[in-house]
């Protein structure tokens, strides 16, 4: 496993021309020269991953810099799956002859174009869509186009930025266990996030769904049937009329102030995976299969699953853990960063 990791990181190590990147670059290790992107290309059997960008740019660029370029599960599919090439679209010389090629404009938004390594392009140019998702779902659409199987871990990704961008709701149900309870709702598809805690003396869970993917309804059937939907509680009155067509009305109570439990995703923290940073919904959904006795792994990315061989092998992590944390992207990096020394 250590000498695939050691191969791998050589090729991130060999992409890695600026270090210290301006923020509309984001944390992606860019290559600057076309034709070395071809090269590696072809070398390597990788679309490259062209990134037209205004440097320094206006604030679309650096937000796509911030916040889409640094989430580093994105950051690590670009890098991963593609050869990334950076072509400022306001500078002379390589870059301006890049640009005339593929007739972008000058001082302009991001773009991405995902070329073959005879500069052609696989998909239509991605300009407009500046959100974390529609990159995502740009490079699904890639791999899916070069008959390359996309990893359970960036499909899940697309499901949950979506979901957070259209906004998810939220219902508190009461049970007998919550982290019975947290282990069965988490399983159902649209369920993105889950909080354990106490409510009015129940153990209650949170659960963030995504109304375009599961009904409250269903939400509160599924619940039922693993006795963790023994009550709600609603937040407005659609909310207690929707519960109302599952529940009875003296299972219906206001929502009140929420106590959260110290152990969190009970299941997975009791395990080494508890110190593998991930986003809310790889901790929902792997709490859940943990809890099932079945393996997670393959909703890991390449960087995580190196990561847990790293705590398999040294022990305690040297960063906190990130379960439930919001701060779990810095985390991921502050993890990765120790794995490469361990190298």
């Not at 021309?17 to 072809?42: F, I, Y």
């Not at 859940?288 to 393996?295: D, H, P, Q, T, V």
Request: glycine fraction near 4%; charged fraction near 25%.
């Amino acid at each position: 496993m250590f000498k695939f990791y050691t191969l791998y990181l050589a090729v991130v190590l060999s992409l890695s021309l600026h270090a210290d990147n301006p923020e509309e670059l984001g944390r992606v290790n860019w290559l600057r020269d076309l034709s070395e992107a071809q090269s590696l290309s072809k070398s390597q059997a990788k679309p490259i991953f062209i990134l037209f960008q205004e440097i320094p740019g206006c604030l679309t660029c650096r937000n796509y810099g911030n916040i889409v370029l640094s989430h580093p599960l994105i950051v690590e599919t670009i890098e991963t799956y593609f050869v990334p090439l950076a072509i400022y679209n306001n500078r002379r010389g390589k870059d301006e002859s890049v640009l005339k090629y593929y007739s972008e404009p000058s001082w302009n938004n991001p773009v991405v174009r995902i070329v073959n390594s005879d500069k052609s392009d696989i998909l239509p140019r991605l300009n407009g869509n500046y959100t974390p998702s529609g990159l995502v779902k740009h490079m699904i659409a890639c791999l899916k186009k070069i008959n390359q199987d996309v990893p359970s871990y960036l499909l899940l990704l697309a499901k949950e930025l979506t979901a957070n961008e259209r906004g998810l709701e939220k219902t508190t149900l009461s049970m007998f266990c919550f982290w019975t309870g947290e282990k069965e709702l988490g399983k159902i598809d649209g369920v993105f996030k889950t909080e354990a805690g106490f409510m009015n003396h129940d153990e209650v869970v949170n659960v963030y769904y995504d109304p375009e993917i599961v009904e409250l309804e269903s939400i509160l059937k599924e619940g039922q049937k693993t006795n963790c939907a023994d009550g709600a509680y609603y937040q407005d009155k659609q909310e207690k009329d929707e519960a109302s067509k599952i529940l009875a009305a003296n299972k219906l109570r206001p929502i009140s102030r929420f106590k959260p439990d110290q152990e969190p995703k009970y299941y997975l923290t009791q395990t080494v995976y508890k110190d593998v940073p991930m986003s809310p919904a790889q901790a929902v959904k792997i709490n859940a299969l943990i809890g099932y006795s079945k393996s997670p792994d393959f909703l890991l990315s390449p960087r995580q699953l190196q990561m847990l061989e790293y705590l398999k092998k040294f022990g305690k992590a040297t960063w906190a853990s990130s379960i439930d944390d919001k701060q779990w992207q810095s985390k991921f990096y502050r993890a990765w960063e120790a794995v490469e020394k361990k190298v």
